[in-house]
């Protein structure tokens, strides 16, 4: 062999480094594979133990959670009706409330970012309860409004966290540059700020309908027969008698498509949407 | 072409960036057409007060009129002022036409309009052929010519440059020192420039304000500032290096270094028996008789030799027109061009006249 020490080290760092790599991908991916592998089987099927290496698939689970009696296609529309109105209320909100942040000279600033970051800190389960009593009172319950007004609890405080870092990395000289050439505030961040945070924008657009899409606790707790989102809608295959785990994992995958989708196309902006702030080159002041 | 105006006037300009004293109530006027420097070191005040000209920074005290109308607490958009940032500050996100045509677009210029008159301000600064690129495509000294061209785009009032020339290497920055100068005598616009550099302020300014600490220390033409310092703390920054100060007695028309007597011409106010002599480097001559001076270290920069050296411990810098190599450690005589030296009154810190 003509390989020296180093190559040798080397290869086996790589070795290593996949091996953990490919652990840590099977754990996470393994019920989502299984998910898949269920929702393919007949009901009785899934019940079998030791569980059939070998079986014939069947689409029927898909059929029965989109058209079927159960059909989560509603509750698919409600999803989107909520997750859709949350994203574009937060993003009207949250662009001036960030560039308040990064940019004006306020009193209370400080204590202002620091109570929005205190409301992400917060335990939700520990606000179902406030908030069923709150909507319950003002009327909101099972409404689309109570819903999203809940929503944007938590995803406006999060959506301003997350602009405030992208509009801070614009050096103040544009804004300056701009009104030196006559622009007002309202002007300088329509034409030369927000142009620039696009990508910030459009990674805070994902973040947000993602959450608002997956919420879970508050839409049980807060929705009910007139508005069900699609992760509660998914348990009419959960009874007492019995639980259609077949169908269940097929709702369940059709109802991951969007959030699928949406994270392959943004890849890249989500990625560099979590890494922002590591590298800051401006934003003093 | 501008209409003749853009007098500036500050008066008792002061300014705190909480406990920073920044501005410490700053005097200027500045005429119409002028092209005036601001000079200083880092921190010393000359780019707040460009800011606060630009209207930027809002002053904590005194008053800024233009052409005699207070616009001390005016919009920077109200003031018709234009400004090129040290950094640029081009919108990366536009074109250069874009960019260039952004004044005219706030300024309500019809939009057909706008191609034609962002060109014209272009061609001025020979960019006119790099219209659709962004400024990421553009070389530092492109960008910086497109930052001017949308400065001048809209004829202000006043033209502000902070340090344009910073972010320039050596070369183009003197290229551009030339352009800078013939663009601001073909627009006829009162142009105020800041900089650190002090020979970019000697070459292109027709006057400046020297700034020290917050406080303008003096104010007047590059030949004033650099032959008649006002004051020790201008000598001690002027010139590269600046002028070599000792103290010296004073008696009978003569000032007494190391013993040595040195012959001056009459002085027109009276000089205090101590005092500070200043000489620059390139009016110190090696004699064979003069003062004493030991040699620490002599550097040779190519043109010319500076020679450090110590009278009575306190550093001399002499420079030599002729190659001459001079052995550190050696003891040399200097002889002072009497005409050249300056004096100063150690109490006032002023010179004497």
């Given at each position: 062999?003509?390989?020296?020490?180093?190559?040798?080290?080397?290869?086996?760092?790589?070795?290593?480094?996949?091996?953990?790599?490919?652990?840590?991908?099977?754990?996470?991916?393994?019920?989502?594979?299984?998910?898949?592998?269920?929702?393919?089987?007949?009901?009785?099927?899934?019940?079998?133990?030791?569980?059939?290496?070998?079986?014939?698939?069947?689409?029927?689970?898909?059929?029965?959670?989109?058209?079927?009696?159960?059909?989560?296609?509603?509750?698919?529309?409600?999803?989107?009706?909520?997750?859709?109105?949350?994203?574009?209320?937060?993003?009207?909100?949250?662009?001036?409330?960030?560039?308040?942040?990064?940019?004006?000279?306020?009193?209370?600033?400080?204590?202002?970012?620091?109570?929005?970051?205190?409301?992400?800190?917060?335990?939700?389960?520990?606000?179902?309860?406030?908030?069923?009593?709150?909507?319950?009172?003002?009327?909101?319950?099972?409404?689309?409004?109570?819903?999203?007004?809940?929503?944007?609890?938590?995803?406006?405080?999060?959506?301003?966290?997350?602009?405030?870092?992208?509009?801070?990395?614009?050096?103040?000289?544009?804004?300056?540059?701009?009104?030196?050439?006559?622009?007002?505030?309202?002007?300088?961040?329509?034409?030369?700020?927000?142009?620039?945070?696009?990508?910030?924008?459009?990674?805070?657009?994902?973040?947000?309908?993602?959450?608002?899409?997956?919420?879970?606790?508050?839409?049980?707790?807060?929705?009910?027969?007139?508005?069900?989102?699609?992760?509660?809608?998914?348990?009419?295959?959960?009874?007492?008698?019995?639980?259609?785990?077949?169908?269940?994992?097929?709702?369940?995958?059709?109802?991951?498509?969007?959030?699928?989708?949406?994270?392959?196309?943004?890849?890249?902006?989500?990625?560099?949407?979590?890494?922002?702030?590591?590298?800051?080159?401006?934003?003093?002041? | 072409m501008s209409d003749g105006k853009g007098r500036v006037?500050?008066?008792?300009?002061?300014?705190?960036?909480?406990?920073?004293?920044?501005?410490?109530?700053?005097?200027?006027?500045i005429a119409p057409q002028e092209f005036f420097?601001?000079?200083?070191?880092?921190?010393?005040?000359?780019?707040?007060?460009?800011?606060?000209?630009?209207?930027?920074?809002?002053?904590?005290?005194?008053?800024?009129?233009?052409?005699?109308?207070?616009?001390?607490?005016?919009?920077?958009?109200?003031?018709n002022v234009a400004m090129v940032?040290?950094?640029?500050?081009?919108?990366?996100?536009?074109?250069?036409?874009?960019?260039i045509?952004?004044p005219l677009?706030?300024?309500?210029?019809?939009?057909?309009?706008?191609?034609?008159l962002a060109?014209e301000a272009a061609s001025k600064v020979k960019i006119?052929?790099?219209?659709?690129?962004?400024?990421?495509?553009?070389?530092?000294?492109?960008?910086q010519r497109?930052a001017l061209a949308r400065a001048i785009v809209r004829k202000p009032r006043l033209f502000l440059l902070?340090?344009p020339?910073?972010?320039?290497?050596?070369?183009?920055?003197?290229?551009t020192r030339v352009e800078l100068k013939r663009l601001h005598r073909s627009l006829d616009v009162t142009t105020i420039y800041?900089?650190?550099?002090?020979?970019?302020?000697?070459?292109i300014a027709d006057?400046?304000?020297?700034?020290?600490?917050?406080?303008?220390?003096?104010?007047?033409?590059?030949?004033?500032?650099?032959?008649?310092?006002?004051?020790?703390?201008?000598?001690?920054?002027?010139?590269?290096?600046?002028?070599?100060?000792?103290?010296?007695?004073?008696?009978?028309?003569?000032?007494?270094?190391?013993?040595?007597?040195?012959?001056?011409?009459?002085?027109?106010?009276?000089?205090?028996?101590?005092?500070?002599?200043?000489?620059?480097?390139?009016?110190?001559?090696?004699?064979?008789?003069?003062?004493?001076?030991?040699?620490?270290?002599?550097?040779?920069?190519?043109?010319?030799?500076?020679?450090?050296?110590?009278?009575?411990?306190?550093?001399?810098?002499?420079?030599?027109?002729?190659?001459?190599?001079?052995?550190?450690?050696?003891?040399?005589?200097?002889?002072?061009?009497?005409?050249?030296?300056?004096?100063?009154?150690?109490?006032?810190?002023?010179?004497?006249?």
């Amino acid at each position: 062999m003509a390989r020296n020490p180093h190559q040798a080290a080397r290869l086996r760092r790589g070795i290593v480094l996949y091996a953990v790599v490919g652990l840590l991908l099977f754990v996470w991916a393994f019920p989502i594979f299984w998910a898949v592998v269920v929702s393919l089987k007949s009901e009785t099927e899934v019940l079998a133990y030791p569980p059939n290496i070998i079986f014939e698939p069947t689409v029927r689970n898909y059929r029965d959670a989109l058209v079927g009696g159960f059909s989560i296609l509603p509750s698919f529309a409600t999803s989107f009706i909520i997750s859709g109105l949350t994203t574009v209320l937060t993003i009207m909100l949250a662009v001036p409330c960030a560039y308040a942040f990064a940019r004006l000279r306020l009193r209370g600033k400080k204590a202002l970012g620091f109570y929005t970051l205190v409301t992400q800190m917060v335990p939700p389960v520990g606000l179902v309860i406030p908030y069923f009593l709150i909507l319950n009172r003002v009327g909101w319950l099972d409404t689309y409004q109570g819903m999203v007004v809940v929503y944007l609890t938590f995803s406006l405080p999060f959506a301003i966290w997350l602009m405030v870092s992208y509009m801070e990395d614009i050096p103040c000289e544009m804004e300056e540059a701009a009104f030196l050439d006559k622009a007002n505030r309202f002007q300088a961040l329509w034409h030369v700020v927000l142009p620039q945070v696009r990508g910030g924008i459009a990674v805070t657009v994902i973040f947000v309908f993602l959450n608002a899409w997956n919420e879970f606790l508050f839409a049980v707790q807060l929705g009910g027969n007139d508005v069900r989102p699609v992760t509660v809608a998914m348990y009419n295959f959960v009874s007492v008698e019995q639980t259609l785990w077949a169908k269940l994992s097929a709702a369940a995958l059709i109802a991951m498509l969007p959030m699928i989708i949406i994270g392959f196309a943004a890849q890249r902006q989500i990625v560099k949407g979590l890494t922002v702030g590591a590298v800051k080159g401006g934003g003093r002041r | 072409m501008s209409d003749g105006k853009g007098r500036v006037t500050l008066r008792g300009i002061d300014k705190h960036f909480g406990a920073f004293h920044a501005l410490k109530g700053i005097d200027l006027d500045i005429a119409p057409q002028e092209f005036f420097a601001l000079l200083g070191p880092s921190g010393s005040g000359k780019s707040t007060t460009l800011r606060v000209i630009a209207g930027l920074e809002t002053p904590d005290a005194g008053t800024m009129t233009v052409d005699g109308v207070d616009v001390t607490y005016a919009e920077p958009g109200e003031r018709n002022v234009a400004m090129v940032f040290q950094n640029y500050a081009l919108y990366p996100h536009m074109t250069v036409e874009q960019n260039i045509g952004f004044p005219l677009r706030m300024d309500g210029v019809p939009k057909a309009r706008i191609p034609e008159l962002a060109r014209e301000a272009a061609s001025k600064v020979k960019i006119d052929h790099l219209m659709q690129r962004r400024p990421g495509q553009l070389s530092g000294g492109q960008q910086q010519r497109c930052a001017l061209a949308r400065a001048i785009v809209r004829k202000p009032r006043l033209f502000l440059l902070d340090e344009p020339l910073s972010n320039l290497d050596a070369q183009l920055r003197l290229e551009t020192r030339v352009e800078l100068k013939r663009l601001h005598r073909s627009l006829d616009v009162t142009t105020i420039y800041v900089t650190h550099d002090q020979e970019e302020a000697m070459t292109i300014a027709d006057r400046m304000a020297v700034f020290l600490d917050g406080d303008i220390v003096q104010v007047g033409t590059p030949d004033d500032v650099f032959n008649r310092p006002d004051n020790l703390a201008v000598a001690a920054f002027i010139g590269s290096p600046p002028m070599n100060l000792l103290p010296a007695r004073f008696e009978d028309g003569a000032a007494i270094i190391a013993g040595e007597r040195l012959a001056l011409p009459p002085r027109s106010a009276p000089v205090p028996a101590e005092v500070v002599l200043g000489i620059r480097p390139s009016h110190v001559r090696i004699a064979d008789t003069g003062i004493p001076a030991k040699v620490v270290l002599s550097e040779n920069l190519g043109e010319s030799m500076l020679i450090n050296a110590e009278v009575e411990g306190v550093p001399v810098k002499v420079r030599l027109s002729e190659m001459r190599p001079i052995a550190e450690g050696a003891t040399i005589r200097l002889a002072f061009d009497g005409g050249h030296v300056h004096l100063f009154d150690p109490q006032t810190r002023r010179r004497i006249a």
